[in-house]
């Protein structure tokens, strides 16, 4: 009797992850599908296609910086004043 409840636990959780990861249909209706520049890029060439810069975060002696434009994110890696490496983060 004790493991009814337990079943119906695992059963609501597992249903919610399931509906979770349902998300991947497409482009919504009414919003233009945006592609990536490519899977590695500079932050300058990011911010002349558009992309806007949304966190900064201090990772030891140099920076993350967080890209996004629509739908598409990236993750810059501040090397130095003039050098970064980007990677896509979807």
Known sequence: M???????????????????????????LGRKEVTPPAAQTSMGDLLSKGYQIKAAIPNGSKFVVFMQKDQSAYACEMQSLTASRCGTLN
Request: glycine content about 8%; proline content about 7%; overall charge negative.
């Open 2 to 28: 004790q493991r009814l409840p337990l079943a119906v636990a695992l059963l609501l959780a597992a249903s919610g992850v399931s509906a979770q990861e349902t998300d991947t249909l497409g482009t919504p």
